[in-house]
């Protein structure tokens, strides 16, 4: 089945602990992204990646990390969680030639206390 | 800094009836319009895309398309109570950025 899995679902912590949500596509797809939702905000996205060691900021990289080492794989990294971190977290992947994410894992709920 | 406008509603519509969905969008040079469905705690799912000016019709749901008016609707004809979620529009402009608007909460009375 073709799908995006995100890792763990949902995550409490601590201010300042690093902690890492992971993110994985079957599909082959070389366009993957993080995007954080907030009520009244929408989604905003964090980082993207167009191909393996390729990464870009997106509107709200400030306190991410992401790499990607290899084509499937997409994990963001939160060096030191701050309570303003405490968000629903998306990964997605598109495929080339078409315009959209089309897509999404299945959120993570990031609670920084 | 590039936006994508949306009312946040909630647009309550009874069952049968068409809802319209509306959004606008800042940035002149976007060239993919989409529409997602998110229903609550569920990740953004795709069901429509638009490139051209124009309409696109897809069984119920049509996507309008008006790039003079930086303007992108989603009509939903003969709404049904399972259509009851958020709509999330988003715009791809010409870089490689995708922006969503806050998304439209709609509800769909029996």
């Known amino acids: 089945e073709a799908q995006v899995t995100q890792n763990p679902r949902y995550l409490i912590t601590v201010t300042g602990k690093k902690l890492t949500v992971t993110c994985s596509q079957n599909?082959?797809?070389?366009?993957m992204s993080w995007y954080r939702q907030d009520p009244g905000l929408g989604l905003r996205q964090i980082y993207y990646?167009?191909?393996?060691?390729?990464?870009d900021k997106g509107d709200v990289p400030e306190g991410y990390k992401v790499s990607r080492k290899e084509k499937r794989n997409f994990p963001l990294i939160l060096e030191s969680p701050s309570p303003n971190q405490t968000s629903l977290y998306f990964c997605?992947?598109?495929?080339?030639?078409?315009?959209?994410?089309?897509?999404f894992g299945q959120g993570t709920r990031l609670t920084v206390v | 800094q590039k936006e994508v406008e949306q009312n946040s509603g909630p647009l309550s519509v009874p069952e049968g009836a068409i809802a319209s969905l509306n959004c606008t969008y800042s940035d002149r040079g976007s060239q993919s319009f989409f529409w997602y469905r998110q229903y609550s705690g569920k990740s953004p799912e795709l069901i429509m895309f638009?490139?051209?000016?124009g309409d696109k019709e897809d069984g119920r749901f049509t996507a309008q398309l008006n790039k003079a008016s930086q303007y992108v609707s989603l009509l939903i004809r003969d709404s049904q109570p399972s259509d009851s979620a958020t709509y999330l529009c988003a715009v791809k402009g010409s870089g490689n950025d995708m922006r969503f608007g806050a998304g439209t909460r709609l509800t769909v009375k029996p």
């Open positions: 990646s167009m191909n393996v060691e390729v990464t």
């Open positions: 997605a992947s598109r495929p080339t030639g078409t315009g959209s994410e089309a897509f």
């Open positions: 638009i490139y051209s000016n």
């Open positions: 599909m082959n797809h070389e366009y």
